[in-house]
């Protein structure tokens, strides 16, 4: 199947969502990074989180791999708090863990889940936490 991407950006809840499918070439993936990096830089560096939903995505060529491994990069310096990661697919999981981990060295922002239903509650942990961090403005 031809890699196909949904991606969701919900601004109130500082929470982009992202859905791949299939097997990515390097343009699609490109299309894919341009407007993951639009999405965080509406941040403009400030905390938010991603949910990967990455089940059905299938392990990335090197070329790929690597156009993905830099958009994660440019996410992590600027603002991603956590990233959920959901996936059905051990090769394609330790592969993006791996680009993740070198993006950001000593990775505290990823977790695996093994359901959307666990990813939301993570996701509403850490925005309670971030809520709780954020500096009171008077």
């Known amino acids: ?8 950006n ?4 500082r929470t982009i969502r992202i859905a791949m499918q299939g097997k990515f070439d390097a343009k699609m ?3 894919w990074a341009d407007e993951y ?14 949910l990967a939903d990455m089940r059905g995505l299938t392990p990335n060529l090197p070329e790929v791999g690597h156009i ?14 956590l990233c959920v990661h959901l996936s059905d697919d051990t090769v394609q999981r330790l592969q993006v863990a791996r680009m993740a981990r070198q993006a950001a060295p000593n990775d505290d922002r990823t977790i695996d889940v093994s359901s959307l239903e666990e ?6 942990e850490r925005r ?3 809520a709780s961090e954020r500096p009171v403005v008077r």
């Open 1 to 8: 199947m031809k890699g196909q991407y949904e991606m969701t």
């Open 10 to 13: 919900d601004v109130r809840q």
């Open 29 to 31: 993936m490109r299309a």
């Open 37 to 50: 990096r639009k999405m965080t830089d509406s941040y403009f560096g400030q905390p938010h989180l991603v």
């Open 68 to 81: 993905l491994g830099e958009a994660i990069g440019y996410a992590r310096s600027r603002g991603v708090a």
């Open 119 to 124: 990813a939301e509650k993570v996701l509403v």
């Open 128 to 130: 309670r936490a971030l």
